[in-house]
């Protein structure tokens, strides 16, 4: 069997669904006296049955009443499979219709039909009611569902009923354990000694004890101080099992039901949700664009409105891609199942499932918009790898906003890989996976862009990093931006100075800038450790106005000039002026300020600037009045 697993009841109102629970476990679900006075369920009942081989099945009882539909689909929307529980006096009735419609729109797909109250009616009103829910049932997933008699009264078929659930369990599929934990919380409440706790079932993931954990949507923050499962303490809590978590750190006040507790750092909300919705095939009504519904995922419950991208109106039976325009945000991860109900009456119309969320409202009637919908809804798997991969992304985040668990987006990712659909980065010795048609027109473009800035700025030392980002139009962390920029500096496109980009190879300059160029260079090597003043070389070369300090800075990279204070010498003048501080130094072991400038012939001024300059490159030392050689001090 699955490891672990939560079956849930579903039926209508007094068909015996809290009776048949207490007949398997001997626990009464109905814990509120008005629910024991009045003989049916308001809230949701929890139970556990006990495996031959010890280990424990959470169960979740439903209020069948129509008017508690709410809590009902709080109940199921975290079960593994169902008791679909019909009164053998009653047969199928209005609400066991509604549950059906609604455990088929969240996809349940295991369950078991359980006849019950059979001690109350003749054999062949029995055969009657098995062949007309055979009838009612064929098109769903209870087709070819078992189906049990039962009476909670006498027990009889019970041990059957228990045999069938063994073998239920065997058959359901493995839950995801290596998704980030989630736990949509169903009942908030305080004990004594202890403080907040929270119940549910867990979606996916592990929560463990002593952990952090946020509860969403709000973004408060608690640690876990003790986990029970089915009142036994444990340190951990998994995908399938029921559990209750005592909270640290936060009030109940501050948690309502129908909340999601969530490990930090994965989740997100959002109050418009991209959606694949169908219409019911019983409904006689259809769907309309911005009809204002009762949104139900989990167990949570939000007005929105319907915003349909293909039509008008949704009629029965039909699917399309929509949006749902939420009143208040909520917590929902690609391939969550939901279920709409009309605000106004409140019976169930529809569902679906969640794409993910949208920052904005989509426009409707485009084609592309729905194409790209349609990879999402229909999980073709290398295609959404495709999709969300159009930036460098990790297989972590790849899991969270595809919903799939690390072992399925391991294997779409080695088979792009294979089929070079994909390139990897690495940031932090982790993989980063990025789309390749995507990462090719980046690299163009990029490329492009640095070459542009460097002819409209032909002596510009390169782009700025943060301007080429604002240009790509893209809020990538700084990090990765670096990592993009690196991957095409390695293919020999770009060369990468400090904050700076620039094409490679480097452009040739315009004529008239190499002319004017080599003026003001001829100008300061002609001055020699004497330098011009900056304007006039300027002006004899024709520089604009304005432009002189780009000219100097452009000499300066290229190492034909260097600046020394606030003063420009020539390369060669330096050289000249190094050589000749040598061969001083080497006859005489040490010289002065004074011996220098006459040696030199230019100003004090000058002198001391260059003497410090050759201090600064460790080729002289000052040793109080005098200088020496460096490599001798």
């Known amino acids: 069997m699955e490891k672990y697993a939560t079956i849930g009841t579903a039926g209508h109102v007094d068909h015996g669904k809290t009776q048949l629970i207490k007949a398997l476990t001997g626990i009464n679900t109905d814990r509120l006296i008005e629910e024991q006075k009045r003989g049916i369920s308001i809230e949701l009942g929890f139970a556990y049955l006990t495996l031959p081989d010890g280990k424990k099945v959470g169960i979740v009882d439903v209020p069948g009443h129509e008017k508690f539909v709410k809590q009902m689909l709080a109940g199921v929307g975290g079960i593994d499979a169902v008791l679909f529980v019909i009164a053998a006096d009653e047969g199928i009735m209005p609400q066991t219709r509604e549950h059906f419609d609604i455990l088929n729109l969240l996809e349940i797909k295991k369950g078991i039909i359980v006849v019950t109250k059979i001690d109350i009616v003749d054999k062949d009103w029995l055969d009657l009611v098995e062949e007309d829910i055979r009838k009612q049932l064929k098109a769903g997933f209870l087709k070819d569902a078992p189906l049990c008699k039962v009476s909670s009264l006498t027990m009889e078929g019970i041990p059957e009923l228990k045999k069938e659930i063994l073998t239920l369990l065997s058959h359901l599929d493995k839950k995801k354990e290596d998704l980030p934990a989630r736990m949509p919380i169903d009942r908030v409440f305080s004990m004594k000694g202890f403080g907040t706790v929270v119940t549910g079932t867990i979606k996916c993931g592990v929560f463990y004890k002593g952990q952090e954990v946020i509860i969403e949507p709000g973004g408060k923050t608690a640690r876990i101080r003790n986990i029970q499962v089915h009142g036994d303490p444990v340190n951990e809590v998994e995908a399938g099992q029921r559990g209750a978590l005592n909270l640290s750190g936060i009030t109940v006040n501050e948690i309502k039901k129908g909340s999601t507790l969530v490990i930090p750092g994965y989740y997100h909300t959002g109050h418009i949700i991209d959606v694949e919705l169908t219409n019911l095939p019983s409904e006689k009504r259809s769907i309309k664009h911005r009809q204002l519904v009762h ?321 600064s490159i460790n080729f002289t030392k000052r040793i109080g009045p005098v200088r020496r050689l460096y490599k001798e001090n």
């Not at 949006?323 to 690609?334: G, K, N, V, Y």
């Not at 529809?350 to 918009?369: H, N, P």
């Not at 159009?390 to 297989?395: K, N």
């Not at 006039?536 to 106005?545: F, K, T, V």
Request: charge should be positive.
């Open 295 to 615: 949104f139900h995922l989990g167990t949570t419950e939000k007005l929105g409105r319907i915003h349909l991208l293909e039509s008008e109106a949704l009629k029965p039976g039909a699917t399309q891609h929509a949006q749902i325009i939420l009143e208040e945000p909520i917590l929902a991860a690609p391939g969550d199942r939901f279920v709409i109900r009309f605000f106004s009456p409140v019976i169930t119309i529809g569902g679906g499932k969640v794409l993910g969320f949208s920052a904005y409202k989509k426009k409707r009637f485009k084609t592309e918009i729905i194409k790209e919908l349609e990879v999402k809804a229909k999980g073709n798997w290398k295609q959404l790898i495709g999709q969300v991969t159009v930036l460098p992304i990790s297989l972590d985040e790849i899991c969270h906003l595809l919903n799939y668990s690390k072992e399925e987006t391991k294997k779409i990712i080695k088979d792009s890989l294979k089929g070079s659909e994909l390139i990897v980065l690495y940031e932090d010795g982790r993989e980063l996976y990025w789309n390749r048609q995507i990462a090719e027109k980046w690299q163009q473009k990029i490329c492009a862009d640095v070459l542009r800035y460097q002819r409209q700025h032909p002596l510009s030392p390169g782009m700025g990093r943060e301007e080429l980002k604002k240009a790509m139009e893209t809020d990538l962390s700084l990090k990765r931006w670096q990592l993009i920029l690196e991957w095409i500096s390695a293919k020999g496109l770009l060369k990468i100075s400090g904050n700076r980009i620039e094409p490679y190879p480097k452009p040739k300059l315009p004529a008239e800038i190499e002319e004017k160029l080599n003026c003001l260079l001829a100008a300061y090597e002609a001055a020699g450790l004497s330098p011009p003043q900056t304007m006039e070389s300027a002006g004899l070369c024709a520089i604009p106005s304005g432009q002189e300090q780009e000219y100097l800075d452009y000499l300066c990279r290229v190492g034909k000039l260097v600046k020394i204070q606030d003063y420009y010498f020539s390369t060669s003048a330096l050289n000249r002026a190094k050589k000749e501080l040598s061969e001083m130094l080497k006859e005489r072991k040490e010289i002065t300020a004074s011996e220098a400038r006459e040696r030199w012939q230019t100003s004090r001024k000058y002198t001391i600037f260059l003497l410090e300059y050759f201090d």
